[in-house]
């Protein structure tokens, strides 16, 4: 079945710090989702992207549909303490758009 | 504008047993999806409900089942409970046709003893 590969699994940073991270899959995907995930809360919407070679900003957040619609990357620029969480990539199956399909997670730490 | 609830958020049960989880979705949405996140993974789709019936399904057995009502609520139920069921049970609610942006509740966390 399709699966989304996120990397890096977690990665530790210094407040003010930009950080970066991608979404890849062996197939296509048409819409691609970034959600961020708190603890003891379910996800939340951060950026969606519909067309391939879009670029879409949201506060200091930027994500990108690569172009061969096989990958995403999610872009925080100067970060701070509330951005930590894990940040999950997403998109439709193939099979149906009701089901979306997920990443594992890019667990973000802010070193104090 | 009330957003996603579920009830109970927290709950333990044995091997065998059955749970219902309840969700309402938010307000102005007739689209409810639930997802099983287990530790340190991604969720993983169970099924979705639009106007009462099921209108697709992941890859989890027929012990999983659900309903909606007219008010857009809904429910899991988890039959013959088994202790890889341990997980965190999110519940979503979405326009129709925008089944990507989802609105999630917080999650019952269920543990299977």
């Known amino acids: 079945g399709q699966q989304l590969n996120q990397s890096p699994q977690s990665m530790f940073i210094q407040e003010g710090e930009d950080v970066s991270m991608n979404c890849t899959s062996s197939s296509i995907f048409n819409t691609w989702l970034w959600y961020k995930q708190e603890p003891g809360e379910g996800p939340v919407l951060l950026i969606a992207?519909?067309?391939a070679g879009e670029l879409t900003s949201n506060g200091r957040l930027t994500a990108q549909f690569g172009i061969t619609r096989k990958d995403s990357f999610l872009n925080i620029s100067a970060s701070i303490p509330s951005d930590v969480g894990i940040y999950f990539c997403?998109?439709?199956?193939?099979?149906?758009?009701?089901?979306?399909?997920w990443g594992a997670g890019t667990k973000l730490i802010i070193k104090p | 504008e009330t957003g996603v609830t579920q009830s109970p958020t927290h709950l333990i049960k044995t091997r065998g047993q059955q749970v219902t989880l309840r969700c309402s979705s938010q307000?102005?949405?007739?689209?409810v999806s639930w997802y099983q996140q287990a530790l340190g993974q991604g969720p993983q789709f169970i099924f979705q409900?639009?106007?009462?019936?099921?209108?697709g399904r992941g890859n989890f057995p027929p012990r999983f089942s659900g309903l909606q009502f007219p008010n857009y609520s809904s429910e899991l139920n988890v039959n013959a409970l088994e202790l890889d069921d341990s997980a965190l049970y999110l519940c979503?609610?979405?326009?129709?046709?925008?089944?990507?942006?989802?609105?999630f509740g917080e999650g019952s966390r269920l543990t299977v003893l």
């Open positions: 307000s102005g949405h007739n689209t």
């Open positions: 997403a998109g439709p199956g193939m099979d149906s758009n009701y089901q979306l399909i």
């Open positions: 992207l519909y067309k």
């Open positions: 979503a609610s979405s326009l129709p046709h925008r089944t990507g942006e989802l609105f």
């Open positions: 409900y639009y106007r009462e019936e099921e209108n």
